[in-house]
C-alpha cells in the first residue's frame, strides 16, 4: 500500500461542513409539519489542515480494493472513473493507467470536494479555525426565535461538539471537507509523515 499526503497550497483553503436535522414539527409545535425537517448546518474555515489517502499498490491489494468497491475488474473499475479510451470501436485502458489516477485529486483541480469524491481521504489535521457560520433552513415556514435557538446550538458545540448539539435533539447527518485551491500529493509513510519524497504532479 502507498500513503499520500494532501495539502492545500493556500492557507484558509480548507473548509469543513457539518450536517444536522430535526423534525420541524418540535420547533414550530404545529401538527401540519409533521414529516418535514429543519436543517442545521455548519461551515468551519481552517487556517491550515492535511489529509492521507491510502492507494493499493501490489496486484493482491488492487484486487481486493476493486472486490470491495464492487467491481468485477479493474477494467471495469477503470471505465466507470472514466479512465478508458476507444479505439479502432474498442474501448481499452488509458495508457499507464495507475490506481492513483482515481483515487488522488488532480493538482491541476482549484477545487476539490474531498469527501465526496475521495472518500477513502482521512484527516490528519485540521488547524487555527478562521470562521465559522451557522444557518437553519427548513422545507417549510421560517422559523420563530431563529437567534435564540442558534446562539444555544453554538453553546452547546462549544462545549460538547457534535454531541452537544444532538444532546438539543439535532441529529447528526453528515461531516465533509472541501479544498478552495490547487493541493500538492505528496507521497508518505502510514502516519502522513513526509520523509524527502517527491511531489507527484
Not at 492545500?8 to 480548507?14: A, D, E, L
Not at 418540535?26 to 436543517?39: I, Q, R, S, Y
Request: net charge negative; with cysteine; aromatic share 12%.
Amino acid at each position: 500500500m502507498k500513503h499520500y499526503r494532501i495539502e492545500p497550497t493556500r492557507k484558509k483553503s480548507v473548509v469543513e461542513f457539518a450536517y444536522f436535522r430535526r423534525p420541524l414539527e418540535e420547533l414550530t409545535n404545529n401538527a401540519e409539519d409533521k414529516g418535514k425537517f429543519a436543517f442545521l448546518h455548519k461551515e468551519l474555515g481552517w487556517r491550515w489542515g492535511s489529509f492521507m489517502i491510502h492507494v493499493p499498490d501490489t496486484q493482491e491489494e488492487i484486487d481486493e480494493y476493486i472486490e470491495e468497491e464492487g467491481y468485477d475488474s479493474v477494467f471495469e473499475f477503470a471505465d466507470a472513473h472514466g479512465c478508458t479510451i476507444c479505439v479502432d470501436d474498442k474501448v481499452i485502458l488509458q495508457e499507464n493507467f495507475s490506481m492513483a489516477d482515481v483515487l488522488l485529486p488532480s493538482t491541476n483541480d482549484e477545487w476539490i470536494d474531498l469527501t465526496e469524491d475521495h472518500p477513502n481521504a482521512e484527516m490528519l489535521d485540521c488547524w487555527d479555525g478562521c470562521w465559522e457560520d451557522w444557518n437553519i433552513k427548513t422545507n417549510g415556514p421560517v422559523l420563530s426565535d431563529v437567534d435564540e435557538m442558534m446562539e444555544e446550538i453554538e453553546e452547546a458545540y462549544n462545549e460538547e461538539y457534535e454531541e452537544g448539539v444532538e444532546e438539543l435533539g439535532w441529529e447528526f447527518l453528515d461531516n465533509q471537507f472541501e479544498i478552495h485551491c490547487n493541493v500538492t500529493v505528496v507521497e508518505c509513510d502510514e502516519h502522513g509523515q513526509v520523509e524527502d519524497v517527491e511531489e507527484i504532479v
